[in-house]
């Protein structure tokens, strides 16, 4: 299976893809190309291992600009893997039940426009919920919105911080990432 994975960080979710494709826990996965829509450290793993990278800038043309890459590809899966921005409807609709992504909480719960990276977590201490998580769903138009593919939960202690969660987080985004990519290696 070939995969595009699109990027907006750290790069932690794209390192995990990596890694699991090097010590033979995601066989038959080939990361074809990654896409960013800026500068950030995900390119510079990307490119340490010397797979093709596209920084696409021009955040209002993105969408378009991202499909240009893709086109001729055959590409069999889009990967969001801390990707922070939203997709035209038109995009979303080429790509229908063939993109994914990984969001660092239970939804439905914390999803939307805003509710991204540590602002998820605030939020959720903020409501002081007794348990948080990670989803990997299907892209749609909506943010957020698509079928779950699958979701992993955990106890929240009382007086556990932001850090701590966002930590904890990156250990279920890790593992159901991987495991939702290999159901659809299948
Ligand atoms: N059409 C869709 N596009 C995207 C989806 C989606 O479900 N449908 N998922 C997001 C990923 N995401 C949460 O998992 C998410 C990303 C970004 C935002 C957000 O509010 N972004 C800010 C800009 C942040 C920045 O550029 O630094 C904004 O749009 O104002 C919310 C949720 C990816 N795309
Ligand atoms: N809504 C999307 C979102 O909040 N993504 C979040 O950005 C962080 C950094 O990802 P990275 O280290 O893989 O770049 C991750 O926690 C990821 O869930």
Known sequence: MKIAVFVSGGGTNLQ???DAIQDGSLPNVEISMVIADRNCLAVERA????IPTYLLEDRKAFSEDAQHNLEGEEIDLIVLAGFLSILSKEFVEKWENKMINVHPALLPK???????GKKVHEAVLANNEKESGATVHYVTAGIDEGEIILQQAFPIKPGENVDWLAWR?????KEILIEAIKKLAK
């Open 169 to 173: 987080i990156s250990q279920v985004e």
């Open 110 to 116: 914390y999803g939307g426009k805003g509710m991204y």
């Open 16 to 18: 995990n893809i990596i």
């Open 47 to 50: 490119l340490d291992v010397d």
